[in-house]
């Protein structure tokens, strides 16, 4: 099986708060509007995610999903799952241990 060629991935660095939200956001749109089969969120390297960058990870899920293609997040650790278990959004997202993994499921 081979990876997509576009491989339409967003890698995430540090604490996704109130402060880049608004940032990533932005950058979803630039993303969406391009209209990818499968867009990938890589939380390897998110230390934090707060309640603002949790929706605008539902908001880009949303808006990917509307057209049909898939959204995912990849390397979600630990200390994240806890967040998004709280947030009761845990089973929300389709998730994968890595990039590689998202990008090849079908």
């Known amino acids: ?8 991935v967003l890698p995430l660095v540090g604490e996704i708060d109130l402060n ?9 749109s630039e993303m969406i ?15 934090y995610i707060d309640s603002s ?10 808006d990917v999903e509307e057209y049909g293609g898939k959204f995912a997040l990849a390397g979600l650790h630990d ?4 967040i998004f ?3 009761r959004v845990d089973q929300v997202f389709l998730t994968y241990p890595h990039v590689d993994a998202a990008l090849a499921a079908d």
């Open 1 to 8: 099986m081979s990876l997509p060629k576009e491989k339409n």
């Open 20 to 28: 880049v939200s608004a940032r990533i956001a932005s950058t979803f």
């Open 33 to 47: 509007r391009k209209k990818p089969s499968r867009l990938v969120v890589d939380l390897s390297r998110v230390t």
């Open 53 to 62: 960058g949790l929706a605008v990870l539902i908001g880009a899920m949303q």
């Open 79 to 82: 200390d994240l799952r806890s």
């Open 85 to 87: 278990e709280t947030a």
